[in-house]
């Protein structure tokens, strides 16, 4: 199967309502965060499917795919790649992991929305890094690239649920002070996975930066919570 098979299958899926939609709600319009992105009007079940029919693409190709101007099919692409590293962790072949983990941190120029981020980093970054070293995730937590901060948050997701919290509470200390709403809700979101899995922590770490937590932030990681606790860190009376 080839690239150009990959790309006319998924522009029969495609549709324009949708697309004009998409482009809506990715925020695509001069100075927002998506700017200049073009849909196809894909759902991503139908994405997801194309990427696993067409998983013997090779990482040229599938490179190729990661660089073109259509969102749909840069997703693909992401897709292709979490199914190839989840086949290759399953069948303990390290050779390919390793080799789609730095495809990837290569490539993060191209990984350029949020939905693009949270569907593949946890799963290949994240998941790569969770028995090793992970100062990559503080470097990308610092990073002039808006999409790199939301992946050194995001990519923590796979320690979570891997009950370890030490990451995500270190990196949401560095963004506590970011400026986006997009990295505001994604460290509120990693927040609340982990006080899903230990309440204590999530506490510990509201108690300490309740006060200075973007308002976006403190809502996304108290959503959880008894209606009566969640007020009154809202409130300001902890």
């Known amino acids: 199967m080839s690239l150009e098979e990959l790309k006319k299958e998924l522009k029969s899926k495609a549709n324009k309502e949708k697309a004009k939609l ?23 079940p139908e ?16 490179e190729e795919l990661l ?22 962790k399953k069948n303990n072949d390290k050779k390919t992991k390793k080799d789609i983990y730095e495809f990837y941190l ?16 946890h799963q290949i970054i994240g998941d790569f890094l969770k028995d ?13 690239n808006l999409w790199e901060r939301r992946i050194s948050i995001i990519s923590a ?19 506590l002070k970011d400026k986006h709403d997009l990295i505001h809700k994604a460290v509120g979101w ?8 230990n309440k204590e922590q999530l506490i510990k770490f509201l108690n300490k930066h309740y006060k200075q937590m973007p308002r976006t932030m403190l ?3 108290i959503e959880k919570l008894p209606e009566k606790q969640r007020k009154q860190y809202l409130n300001g009376n902890v």
């Open 22 to 44: 998409l482009q809506g709600f990715f925020k695509t319009g001069k100075g927002e965060y998506g700017e200049g992105d073009v849909f196809l009007g894909v759902v991503v």
């Open 190 to 197: 990693m927040l609340r996975e982990m006080g899903k899995r």
């Open 219 to 221: 809502r996304y990681s």
């Open 157 to 175: 997701f796979a320690s979570i649920r891997n009950n370890d919290f030490n990451d995500v509470i270190s990196i949401s200390e560095i963004l």
């Open 106 to 121: 290569k490539s993060t120029n191209y990984i350029n929305n949020w939905d693009l981020v949270d569907l593949s980093c």
């Open 67 to 88: 660089k073109s101007k259509f969102h749909e099919e840069r997703l693909c692409a992401l897709l292709l790649l979490v199914h190839n590293y989840n086949l290759a």
């Open 47 to 62: 994405t997801r499917k194309t990427a696993i029919k067409f998983k013997s693409l090779p990482l040229n190709d599938v």
């Open 132 to 144: 090793k070293d992970k100062s990559l995730l503080y470097k990308l937590a610092i990073s002039s």
